[in-house]
């Protein structure tokens, strides 16, 4: 599976943007996919998951009313929707698959779970 993120990009703060991960591949083994973002200096952040067959969705708690995940399987594609930015949403935002077998929420939000990654797309938020 390969995975490619786009729509990362400066935006001030308060604004929006939404970012894509587009998969390939053996898509088919695809359980779940996450995103996740990492500033430099810091621990890598979780910042939601989104079941592969059903849609359902799990995020960190301060992303919680202001990103959404959504996916189109038609187009092998998850989206992450952001509102609201503010500076320290700052970050290179990543997007992970988790492939062959489900796996525990708690795995998948601890981030060692994931059998694919993304290179990841930058998200500067100016002040």
């Known amino acids: 599976v390969q995975l490619v993120e786009s729509g990362g990009g400066s935006v001030q703060a308060g604004g929006s943007l939404r970012l894509s991960c587009a998969a390939s591949?053996?898509?088919?083994?695809?359980?779940?996919m996450g995103w996740f973002r990492r500033d430099p200096g810091k621990e890598p952040e979780f910042v939601g998951v989104v079941h592969w067959r059903d849609g359902s969705t799990y995020y960190g708690d301060s992303m919680k009313g202001r990103f959404t995940i959504s996916r189109d399987n038609a187009k092998n594609t998850v989206y992450l929707q952001m509102h609201t930015l503010d500076p320290t949403a700052t970050a290179v935002y990543y997007c992970a698959a988790s492939a062959a077998k489900p796996r525990t929420l708690e795995a998948l939000v601890r981030g060692r779970d994931y059998n694919y990654w993304g290179r990841g797309t930058q998200v500067p938020v100016s002040s």
């Open positions: 591949g053996r898509t088919f083994e695809i359980h779940a």
